[in-house]
């Protein structure tokens, strides 16, 4: 049995703006299950305290003040959460990263670095927890200064470092690295200055003792300059310590035969539910009910990495199609206000949700033919993983982890039965209409859109697999440690 201290910025079902947090609240679930003593350190961000009392705690001093560790578990599990909670750093409602006006919290430095002092103190046993990991596996930018925190301690665990997402880096101006007061030795291109910015990612890419990402393609491509947003030189230097592993999906959660959120549940011996759900969607958005048309679907943030321009770009051919488009997001507010002008447009095709809405989320996965995801780049990925369980085809770019779990309807592919959706290669308006018409081809040949769908749902995106990689990957982790 492995001590493994999972330090994160948020975890379904506590807090989640993105798939940081269904991987945070699954995977230390599959690790648990495998007999593993997995812990999670998060902050206690207001919103998330505010649904949870009479917690134990503990108290410590740190540098920026008094901060208290709130004692929970998971929602419905027995992995143990610690929330640090601070007046300064989260005691504050609304999303953990981005103040109202959409820009980053102006203290993100110092909120993220008291997150990895704390983690410093909860990993060398210094709390009062009786608990030392031998793992500390780290996620992200906003706990990327653990391993180099943890550089200079007398037999500290080992360090993983996971890039879920490499193009946010926690990039700060220097004299933020003086005010942290982080040692002087850090400033240096070879530890966490980058380009005369204090750079966050860097404290887990130099110092862990093995990094990876969510998906074995991902970890190849952000090797190379398109994807490697100014890292490549760093990940190719440590490429015998990088791997990737993809992620998994909560499979309980995203279940369409137990998924509470739909109304109609279904699974691949009757499918009568999923058209239901199709009704069900389509009533909810005063579209016209039917199926002769396609429903084609995007959930996910709205900014430039998911392509939501190319989406945007090609509206005008998009709506010369026989398809209804559904879209639930949020984002950047200038995509936001196009698509709500597209919206009124065509108001009889075009369903549009602005914000975060889980259980709408759900529904559109199961009601859906099409899931539309053109991403620029896409380190996992995990809607197209949901639409394959749900029955409802993912068109793909070619990029990520989208090419990892999408296998392109070829004749070959449909011959075997592996064919599972629509993968396109381009970053561009074309390639997406070509894809999208073929999608649409294929909705209206039902034997092989069964097929297609029947490759989907029988798909093992369980966690199982990986989970395994990633104690593989503590072992590697283990006898690297120096
Ligand atoms: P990323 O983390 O880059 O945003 P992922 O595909 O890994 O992309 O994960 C996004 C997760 O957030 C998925 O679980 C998706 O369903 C969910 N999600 C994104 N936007 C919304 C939204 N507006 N409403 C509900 N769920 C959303
Ligand atoms: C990031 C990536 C996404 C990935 C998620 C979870 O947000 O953008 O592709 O699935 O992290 O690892």
Not at 181 to 187: D, E, I, N, V, Y
Request: hydrophobic letters at 40%.
């Amino acid at each position: 049995m492995k001590k493994i201290l999972f330090a994160t910025s948020e975890a379904f079902p506590l807090i989640k703006t993105g798939g940081l947090a269904d991987v945070s609240g699954s995977l230390p679930i599959a690790l648990n299950a495998l007999g593993h003593d997995v812990r999670i350190l998060m902050p206690a961000y207001a919103d998330l305290l505010a649904g949870l009392s009479n917690l134990p705690s503990k108290r410590i001093n740190q540098t920026g003040g008094m901060v208290e560790i709130f004692e929970t578990m998971l929602p419905g599990t027995t992995v143990p959460v610690w929330l640090v909670s601070h007046e300064g750093a989260f005691d504050r409602t609304g999303n953990p990263y981005l103040a109202e006006n959409g820009k980053p919290w102006i203290d993100n430095a110092e909120r993220f670095a008291l997150l990895c002092r704390v983690g410093v103190e909860v990993a060398m046993n210094r709390i009062g927890f009786g608990w030392k990991p031998e793992i500390v596996h780290c996620n992200d930018w906003q706990t990327g200064l653990i391993p180099a925190l943890l550089e200079d301690e007398v037999d500290r665990p080992a360090t993983v470092y996971t890039i879920h997402n490499l193009a946010y880096q926690g990039l700060f101006p220097k004299e933020l690295f003086q005010k942290l007061g982080l040692p002087q030795r850090f400033w240096s291109h070879n530890s966490l200055e980058f380009y005369d910015q204090l750079c966050f990612t860097k404290g887990g890419l130099v110092y862990a003792d093995r990094i990876n990402t969510v998906s074995p393609n991902y970890a190849v491509e952000i090797q190379g300059k398109e994807f490697g947003c100014g890292m490549e030189g760093l990940l190719k230097q440590r490429k015998d310590r990088l791997s990737g592993i993809i992620n998994g999906i909560d499979e309980d959660a995203w279940n369409p035969a137990t998924d509470p959120l739909i109304p109609n549940t279904f699974d691949l011996s009757d499918m009568t539910g999923k058209q239901k759900n199709k009704f069900a969607l389509q009533k909810h958005f005063n579209l016209s009910v039917g199926n002769n048309v396609a429903v084609l679907a995007m959930v996910g943030r709205t900014v430039q990495q998911k392509g939501i321009d190319l989406v945007i770009e090609a509206m005008p051919k998009l709506m010369e199609m026989p398809l209804q488009l559904v879209i639930l997001g949020s984002g950047e507010k200038k995509y936001e206000q196009t698509l709500k002008h597209w919206q009124t447009l065509y108001p009889d095709r075009i369903a549009l949700k602005l914000g975060y809405d889980e259980a709408l989320a759900h529904l559109i996965e199961a009601g859906s033919d099409l899931f539309l995801m053109p991403s620029r780049f896409e380190p996992c990925g995990l809607n197209q993983m949901y639409s394959q369980r749900y029955g409802t085809v993912p068109i793909v770019r070619c990029v990520g982890g989208l090419a990892d779990t999408v296998e392109d309807t070829t004749p070959a592919n449909l011959e075997i039965g592996t064919a599972s959706g629509v993968v396109f290669h381009e970053t561009s308006v074309e390639a997406l209409l070509a894809a999208t018409l073929w999608a649409l081809d294929l909705f209206n040949k039902k034997p092989q859109w069964k097929k297609i769908q029947r490759a989907g749902m029988q798909k093992d995106f369980s966690w199982k697999q990986s989970a395994r990689k990633y104690l593989d990957l503590y072992n590697l982790a283990l006898q690297d440690r120096h």
